[in-house]
Structures are given as structure tokens and as C-alpha cells.
């Protein structure tokens, strides 16, 4: 009997079963009874270890995480395109930097892509992309339809894990197929959203393309922060970084600290008032939580 150990990358998970990348080729892989009895389960984007007996895989070790993305649940993230329609939907700020405050906390790259610049007059004068501006953060325009500027998605992509991420309708999965060239999700009408049962994106999966993965999410609306320490929030926002030395307190939280060179950047539109306004109230949030518990 063959035997060998092998390892790879979960793509895919679905009823028990794990779809390993090794090489050019997907192994369907279960995973052994001892990750099932302490309740551990291989995720899409874990590196793994596999046995494989007779053609068919069992997996034996995940290795260690990077991060893990929990809506969706997915491992080993490097890259976020977080996408966002300029119109239907109108962009929601506190999500979008929600998001971006996901991916600094995970060490994600994020580049934003606004979507769907056919519906709006000048792009540049839109309050979410003059904030965006203001931050350093990348960001590219795209009309994912007509498959404008996919080049330059693509462009970023490298040897990363890249998710899209984003609220619902924004065009992920337009954007995803356009770029893959054949559909691999179902795309759905924003019009029909409402309607039970009419749905779009289900599972995640790793689709490796180029030289790195891909992969395409279901949409959310909310995000859950509760383990953030809110004096921890402001480590999140990349842009406070080159002032807080400057504050008159160290450990400044640049909320109602005398003397706080954000504060004055924000005076000065150095900083945008939208990132400030977002990282005040989410403070606030959190404080409150914290003293509630
Ligand atoms: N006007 C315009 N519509 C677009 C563009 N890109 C996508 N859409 C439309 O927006 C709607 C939603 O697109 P999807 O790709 O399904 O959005 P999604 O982000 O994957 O949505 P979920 O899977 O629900 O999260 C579809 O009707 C698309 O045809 C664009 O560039 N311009
Ligand atoms: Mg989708
Ligand atoms: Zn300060």
C-alpha cells in the first residue's frame, strides 16, 4: 500500500470533505477523527499536512495561522480588495472603515475598489473617496460590468491570498468573474436582494490564479468588534501614526486629551473628519462595552 505525506492548501471545504491544493493538483481530503474530537477544523486557506492513502487524503496537521478571517471564515489572508459601489448601494462609511479597521487588526493589505463610477458624476469629488485619499490607503476606480480597469486589480494581485470583500451588491462578484473570465458565482440583482431565497455568494473558495489565490465571499453588513481594546482602536488608523508623537500625552487616544496633534491635524483637514468622527464613535462603542462587561 501507498503512503506518503504531502503538503498543500485547503481551496475548498464542503460536507466533511476538504479540497487540498498540492502542486497543480486538488486532493479531496478528510481530516482525521482527532481535529473532529477537539473540535478543530481545517480552514479555507490553512496550510496543511495530508496522508494520502490509496488516492484519497487525510489530513494530519494544520500549521500555524497568520490570521483568521471569521465572515467568512477564512485562513491565512495577505491581501483585501474591499469593495464599495459609489452608488446603489450609497457608500456607508463606518462599514468601509470597519473593514479597513479589520484588515489593519489581521495585517491584511487593503485596496479599495470603487465600483460602479458609470452611476456618479466625478468619482473624485465623492465624500468616500476624498476620505480614502486622505488616508494613503490604494485605491482603483472600476466599472466591474464593463469590465473597466479589472487590469489593474489584477495588477495587485501577486502571490497573495487576496479576498473581496464588501457589502452586498457592491459588484464582488462581477469583478471576480470579469477577472477569471468565466462565472463561477451566481451574480445577482440588487433588486432582488430582498426576496427569501434569491442569493448570491454561499462558500467561500480558493480559486489560485496567477501566481497567488483568490477568493469570493458572501456579502456582509455588519462587523462585529468586540475583541478590539478600544485603546488599542487608534493603532488601526495608519494615518494618526505620523502625528501621535506630537501629542502632548503619550498613549494619547486623541479623544479628550488637551494638547493632541490628531486632533489638530483633523482641524487642519490633514486628517479626514470622516476617519476621525468613525474612530471616535467606534472608541466610544467599545469603552462602553468594555465597562458594561
Ligand atoms: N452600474 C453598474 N452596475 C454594476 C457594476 N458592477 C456590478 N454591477 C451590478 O451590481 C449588482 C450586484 O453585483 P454582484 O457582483 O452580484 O455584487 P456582490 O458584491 O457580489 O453581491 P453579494 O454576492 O450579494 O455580496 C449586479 O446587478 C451587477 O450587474 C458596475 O460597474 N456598474
Ligand atoms: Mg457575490
Ligand atoms: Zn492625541
New binding site residues.
Given amino acids: 500500500m501507498k503512503d506518503n505525506t504531502v503538503s498543500g492548501i485547503v481551496t475548498k471545504g464542503i460536507g466533511g470533505f476538504y479540497y487540498v491544493q498540492v502542486e497543480d493538483k486538488i486532493i479531496e481530503c478528510k481530516a482525521r477523527g482527532k481535529f473532529r474530537t477537539h473540535n478543530i477544523s481545517p480552514y479555507v486557506g490553512d496550510v496543511v499536512e495530508l496522508n494520502i492513502e490509496e488516492d484519497k487524503g487525510f489530513i494530519i496537521k494544520i500549521s500555524e495561522r497568520k490570521n483568521l478571517l471569521l465572515r467568512p471564515v477564512v485562513a491565512n489572508v495577505t491581501q483585501a480588495f474591499v ?1 464599495f459601489a459609489l452608488k446603489n448601494p450609497d457608500v456607508n462609511l463606518t462599514l468601509l472603515n470597519k473593514f479597513l479597521i479589520l484588515c489593519e487588526y489581521n495585517e491584511i493589505k487593503p485596496i479599495i475598489c470603487f ?2 463610477v ?2 456618479v458624476d466625478n468619482p473624485e469629488e465623492e465624500l468616500a473617496v476624498k476620505m480614502i485619499k486622505q488616508t494613503g490607503y490604494d485605491y482603483i476606480f ?5 469590465k473597466y480597469n479589472l487590469e489593474l486589480v489584477m495588477d495587485h494581485l501577486n502571490e497573495n491570498i487576496s479576498i473581496f470583500c ?1 457589502p ?7 469583478l471576480f468573474n470579469g477577472m477569471v473570465g468565466k462565472p463561477l458565482m451566481e ?4 433588486s432582488e436582494k430582498l426576496k427569501r431565497g434569491k442569493h ?2 454561499r462558500h467561500s473558495e480558493l480559486i489560485a490564479f496567477h501566481q497567488g489565490y483568490i477568493v469570493d465571499t ?2 456582509f453588513s455588519s462587523l462585529e468588534f468586540d475583541f478590539i481594546d478600544e485603546v488599542d482602536l487608534k493603532n488601526y488608523l495608519p494615518e494618526f501614526k505620523e502625528y501621535e508623537d506630537q501629542c502632548k500625552f503619550s498613549g494619547c487616544n486623541h479623544y479628550k486629551e488637551p494638547k493632541c496633534a490628531v486632533k489638530t491635524a483633523v482641524e487642519e483637514e490633514k486628517i479626514h473628519k470622516s476617519r476621525y468622527d468613525f474612530y471616535i464613535s467606534l472608541y466610544e462603542e467599545l469603552k462602553g462595552r468594555r465597562y458594561k462587561k
Fill in positions: 469593495v465600483n460602479k458609470d452611476l472600476l466599472k466591474a460590468k464593463e464588501g452586498s451588491g457592491a459588484g464582488k462578484s462581477t451574480i445577482g440583482e440588487v448570491t455568494t458572501p456579502g
